[in-house]
């Protein structure tokens, strides 16, 4: 049966943070605004089940082929870390725009690319994201307005209402930014590298801004890529609802409904972890020996298995995100075939990454 483990994440300050977080159970600590969850940090604790005490970086490190699986370990290149960076992010503020490069164009800098995605958790009235450069705008005239350093390269960009709910997918080379009010399940490759390219004039206490990748980042930008909202496909399931959001090489993103004592089996693969995150509503996770119940905003990974399932029980009215490094012919594909979506609607949930279209 598969081992299960409850993480506890890593709270990083942010000068855009906010206070927001503590929605979901997190105690923040006094006066520091906190952006960012990072639920599947190398450093992220486990509080219960498999590997209590230690940390997700540790159970890798002790067994990595058998803790990552085949496809995990291709998605991070070989390296001994884990393969989903899962992050929940308070923007109270606009976040810098920026860009990441692609995996190629990282291994200079001995890392990962960044290709990740965004659900929509919250957003104030009138909240934006702001994802590509405006098709009208050149790269060069969007470059002069991003090293005035003031935010004014965000009128060049495409703004668009964040709506709860809607998931949008980010492949490396976009531009993007998430606009202040907007609180994100955030999905990504496990890098950190990030190029910025304005920060809206933010400065810290002692009135220097933050450190800019002008140069760095506009070599790696693709200004055809275009992201929009992804339209989900509705999974067969004789419990709950299930919807597949997104999906490309590097990770998949199914969202599961639950009503109160509602109790869904979720396959155990062998070649990647998953992690389930409760984003409404609280579930008891069920692995053979190991498990534990998750209030809103608090995730379990479920450890590659040659088989078997993983039992998850609504404890009351419940929503879950699952995440994992999916074979996309047979963990994507025929499902959503099976539940009588079109291969063009499949594809579409890999937009603008184009790895499903390409699987097809």
Partial sequence: MPDVSIVVPRLDSK???????????????????????????????????????????????????????????AAVSGREIFPLLVKLIDAAENLSIQVHPNDAQAESLDRLGKTEAWHVL??????????????????????EAARKLDGTSATLMRAVDAVPGETILIPAGTVHALGAGVMVYEIQQPSDVTFRLDDWGRVDAQGNPREMHLDQGFAVARPELLP???????????????????????????RVELAHGEVIELPVVATSPQVVTAIAGSVTVSGGTSGGTLQPGHSAVIWPDAGGFVAIRANEDATILRSWVPDLATEIIAPARAAGADDEAIAAIGEPAGDIRAAL
Avoid: H, N, Q
């Fill in 122 to 143: 919250a957003a104030e009235p009138g909240a934006k994201l702001y994802i590509g450069i405006d098709p009208a705008t050149s790269l060069d005239a969007f470059a």
């Fill in 228 to 254: 929009a909202y992804l339209t989900p496909i509705a999974l067969d399931s004789e419990v709950g609802s299930r919807k597949l959001l997104v999906a490309t090489r590097y990770f998949g993103l199914e």
């Fill in 15 to 73: 000068p855009w943070g906010g206070r927001t977080l503590s929605r979901y159970g997190f105690e923040l600590p006094p006066d520091v605004p906190i952006g960012e969850a990072l639920v599947t940090a190398g450093d992220a604790g486990i509080s219960d089940g498999y590997g209590v005490g230690r940390t997700l970086g540790d159970v890798v490190a002790e067994d990595p082929a058998t803790r990552l699986g085949e496809l995990a370990t």
